[in-house]
Each structure stands twice: as C-alpha cells, then as structure tokens.
C-alpha cells in the first residue's frame, strides 16, 4: 500500500511511470510519510491496539521514535505528529469515486476519457494543495536548516523501513 502512496494517481491509472509534471514535486512523498507518522502516533497513544498472529495471539510491538530515527528534537517531533495527524484527520479518500471511475474506463476501453482524466487531475491537486499546507507550515516552525533535515529524510524514502513497528522479541517462560 506504501508503494502506491508515492505513485501520483494519474500514472497509476495510465499503467505507466513516466514522468508526469507536479505542482509540489514530493507532496506525494509527504501525503504517505504523514500517514505513517500518524500511524506511529496512533499507536503509541493507544497501545492496546495490537495485531494479532495467525494463532491468535496478540503481538508486542517496539515503535520506533521518530526522534531517534530521523534525529529531530522532542519539540520538532511534537509538531511534527501534530501535522501528520492534523493533515490524515482531514479524512483524505483513497478511493474518490473519479479514481474508481477512471480505472474502469482504463480496463474497459483501454484509456481514460478527457473529463475523466482532468477530475483525477483536480483531486490530485486538491490533495498536494492541503499536504502542501502543513508542509510549509512545518518548514516555518522548524526553520530552513532544520527542515532540510526532515525534508532530506522524506524524499530518501528511508522511513518506508525506519518508522516502522518492529515485533518484540518474545519472553522466555
């Protein structure tokens, strides 16, 4: 699913990677990062959320700390888990019922109608409009050298292994 967060939605309905211009070159980026940040927030704040394994039992997990793995301060972790949920809690659709349509048209047809296309188009743009905010306004609390920081660490890609939950290590009985 990560994946296909940093993948705008007009190359994934065109079936191809080429290059497509961007309003916010990285938002993308961003939009799936904050997720998982969210995600990492979640969790901390509710550890009685745990998966469950295939016999039934409940998993321990270790959450990383966004401050370790990114090397932020408390304060810029705090702002930073602020933005991130701020952002998800503005209940952005995965699945816009223009996408759904488009991926149709795509499998049917073999292209995606004009109109069609545009729609996706805007919601895209909708969607790197509102990440773009809370990126700016990230890059204003942190400062410019700080925010390369968090910027740098975003477009590498490597929190798609970093920030996530690892399984405990089991306890002897």
């Known amino acids: 699913m990560r994946f296909a967060a940093l993948i ?4 994934l309905l065109a079936g191809s990677l080429r290059a ?3 309003v916010a070159p990285g938002t993308d980026h961003y939009l799936a990062f904050f997720r998982d940040v ?6 901390s704040d509710h550890p009685e959320i745990k998966p469950v394994s295939a ?27 602020s933005a991130a ?8 659709p995965r699945h816009e019922p223009v996408v759904l349509e488009a991926r149709l048209q795509e499998a049917e047809i073999g292209r995606v109608s004009e109109p069609v296309a ?14 773009l905010v809370y990126v700016r306004q990230l890059r204003s609390d942190y400062g410019e050298e ?28």
């Open 20 to 22: 497509q211009p961007t």
């Open 55 to 81: 016999n039934g039992s409940s998993v321990e997990l270790v959450l990383p700390r966004i401050q370790d793995v990114i090397g932020l301060s408390d304060r810029e972790t705090d702002l930073l888990t």
């Open 146 to 173: 700080r925010f390369r920081i968090l910027d740098d660490f975003v477009r590498s890609s490597r929190w798609l292994t970093s920030l996530v939950p690892k399984r405990a290590p089991s306890q002897p009985r």
């Open 118 to 131: 545009s729609q996706v188009r805007e919601f895209e743009q909708k969607i790197r409009e509102m990440v």
């Open 85 to 92: 949920t701020a952002c998800i809690a503005r209940n952005i």
């Open 8 to 11: 705008p939605l007009s190359m």
């Open 38 to 43: 969210a995600q990492l927030k979640r969790l």
